[in-house]
């Protein structure tokens, strides 16, 4: 197989197993798409992952990661309004981030058109909530399209370049986790570069200030826009009927990933409802809706989240007078997590319970796996740090979580981090709990990228009101949680930053020097006002991989000398790191798959026991 970027770019017509995020790249490149700008969140990095994996010079659009959502949603906006086709991408939360500007998009005549590859999680894999962005996006007035795999991330995303062409507008692909990470052959189109960069705005094209009278006007033409991409949608037969041949008056309306798991529950039935697959959530298209209903006695609707098919299809049921009995949420559970096949089974059972006793071979429940907690990395530095922060606390002390990696310091052994909303809000949280309060001290966590996604306005806040708080960074040089990707960071000092805001103490440690950090966050939480502690360290997962790549590169290892260990287990209960085996007598053992060699455990052992094996320097 060729290397994925070199995949990626070749013109000619090819099927091969892919990622959905690596598939939306090749639609990106298919569309001749001119610029794409991203903040890195779960589930969509891969998508810059494929990205990077072709060399600067051969790759066919302009790509950025920004400092967060919001930007990189305004530098695709701008680049658009050139007349350049231009696609943002980013997770479920990070629309949030991003919607001060978002909002406004439907409102826009954009000239060359506008994609927004958009993460959702049911399920909160890897998000601190479960949003279900459709109801945002339906009040943005934006057209959704809903992929279920891979093969229709690629397409739907060549399907919303055109419509976003057409109509001037911006066009929502959204992707959820499962389709996200997907792998299935895809059969991918040639494709031929033409255009090139265009630098032609026209404030003519507008009005682009929507100010009094003009936002109203601007809001009616988005809303044509809205019916006129009907057409589009019903043209490009994006919403698919699956006709049972043995059963007509029963029929299911569903979307995305939870179609998949309606085929997976009646794969081996001997029977099966109809099916209408909605390929565009937002607007819907009626037509196709109401054929369906007429000719069913019940249809169901199965869709993840929250019930936004649910009430416009209700609706238009009540406003065309259909007899049809609709059934949809029923219990809270319904509203919450993934729509897995064992989650369809059980919402069929209770529509219909004669249906699943009839299928008795329709589907067996999964094998239940015991849950796994996060943990951080062997040799991370945020452990170090931790442990070391843990013992210049006392009990009342309030300590402020942020979004990253160190979010996991939550966990056991260390138990820092009480409070946790999201990115950037450490400081301006930790603001709030100091005010009047003179027994605690109050200690906000910050991670170096988020610092400056969205952390400068909460410090620059907690400067400007001479709130009392310690702040500490945790700074490890890259967006660890998410791939590894570059950080305003990487250019810009935060401790130059820092002293351009005028704060004055400012402190910097390595986080393998424990004893100096506890030393120093103890002075830190002594200093009246605002303190910030930059507990640096880069990030080990990243650095161990690059050095396996050196040539002669040997693994090191720690090892437990067995008569010096007392059997304290400080090394297992307070530093915690998961290469530690306690055995059964009490004993500890390295897990020799797990283990860099790294010595950061070294000073957790009180007897001075763990050491780094032989040949080790």
């Known amino acids: ?112 058109g506008m994609v927004v ?21 339906k009040m943005a007035r934006t057209i959704v399209f809903e992929p279920a795999s891979p093969q229709e991330a690629y397409e739907y995303y060549i399907h919303a370049a055109a419509l ?30 033409k255009s090139t960069y265009k630098t032609d705005f026209n404030p003519k094209n507008g009005p682009y200030i929507a100010l009094t009278s003009m936002a109203l006007d601007m809001k009616r033409e988005s809303i044509k826009r809205l019916h006129r991409s009907r057409q589009y949608i019903k043209n490009a037969g994006l919403n698919k009927e699956l006709i049972s041949d043995n059963n007509r008056k029963k029929g299911i309306i569903t979307s995305g990933l939870t179609y998949l798991s309606v085929l997976d529950v009646f794969e081996k039935a001997r029977f099966r409802p109809d099916i209408l697959k909605l ?20 249809v169901l609707i199965l869709e993840e989240l929250d019930d936004i098919l649910e009430i416009q299809i209700k609706s238009l049921a009540y406003d065309s007078g259909l007899k049809t009995k609709i059934i949809g949420k029923t219990e809270d559970e319904d509203y919450v997590g993934e729509y897995t096949p064992d989650k369809v089974m059980e919402r069929i059972s209770i529509a219909w319970p004669d249906m699943i006793k009839g299928n008795a071979k329709a589907f067996v429940l999964p094998v239940e796996v015991p849950e796994r907690p996060a943990q951080m990395c062997p040799g991370c530095g945020h452990r170090s740090a931790f442990f070391a922060i843990k013992k210049a606390l006392e009990n009342e002390d309030i300590t402020v979580a942020d979004i990253g990696c160190h979010t996991l310091g939550y966990m056991p052994p260390y138990n820092i981090g009480k409070i946790l909303m999201c ?5 301006g949280m930790a603001s709030g709990l100091s005010l009047f309060n003179d027994k605690k001290r109050v200690v906000a966590f910050l991670g170096d990228s988020t610092f400056f996604h969205a952390g400068l306005p909460g410090l620059i806040n907690t400067i400007f009101n001479s709130h009392n708080i310690t702040l500490i960074i945790m700074e490890n040089g890259t967006t660890a949680m998410t791939g590894h990707q570059d950080h305003a960071g990487n250019k810009i000092p935060i401790e130059n930053l820092l002293k351009g805001l005028g704060i004055e103490n400012i402190f910097s440690c390595d986080t393998y020097n424990q004893s100096k950090l506890t030393d120093i966050v103890k002075t830190a939480m002594q200093i009246k006002g ?61 897990n020799l798959d797990l283990c860099i060699g790294d010595g950061s455990c070294r000073p957790s052992c009180p007897e001075q026991a763990i050491g780094f094996d032989k040949g080790a320097k």
């Open 423 to 427: 990115m950037g809000a450490s400081s």
């Open 530 to 590: 605002i303190s910030v502690v930059i507990a640096t360290h880069p990030c080990m997962l990243k650095s161990t991989r690059l050095q396996r790549k050196k040539p002669g590169f040997v693994q090191k290892h720690i090892t437990i000398n067995q008569e010096t260990c007392t059997k304290t287990h400080e090394c297992v209960e307070r530093f915690g790191c998961p290469t530690f085996i306690r055995n059964p007598d009490d004993s500890v053992d390295i």
């Open 1 to 112: 197989m060729k290397k994925l970027g070199d995949l990626l770019t070749d013109k000619n017509p090819f099927k091969e197993v892919l990622m959905g995020n690596e598939a939306i790249v090749r639609a990106i490149i298919e569309t001749e798409t001119k610029v794409v700008a991203s903040y890195p969140g779960s589930p969509t990095p891969e998508i810059a992952t494929a990205i990077l994996s072709i060399p600067k010079d051969k790759r066919p659009f302009y790509f950025e990661f920004s400092v967060n959502e919001k930007v990189a949603t305004e530098v695709a906006f701008g680049a658009a309004l050139n007349g350049n086709l231009s696609c943002a991408f980013y997770k479920s939360v990070g629309l949030n981030v991003a919607l001060d500007t978002f909002v406004q998009l439907g409102l826009m005549n954009i000239i060359g």
């Open 164 to 193: 976003a062409r057409k109509e001037h507008t911006i066009v929502v692909v959204r992707l959820t986790t499962h389709v996200c990470h997907a792998r299935q052959k895809i059969a991918f189109d040639k494709y031929t570069e």
């Open 279 to 298: 390929g565009a959530v937002n607007p819907l298209e009626e037509s196709c809706i109401l054929t369906f209903l007429k000719g069913h006695n019940e």
């Open 117 to 137: 590859v958009l993460g959702d999680d049911p399920g909160a894999n890897s998000s601190q909530n479960e949003q279900d962005n459709r109801n945002i996006l």
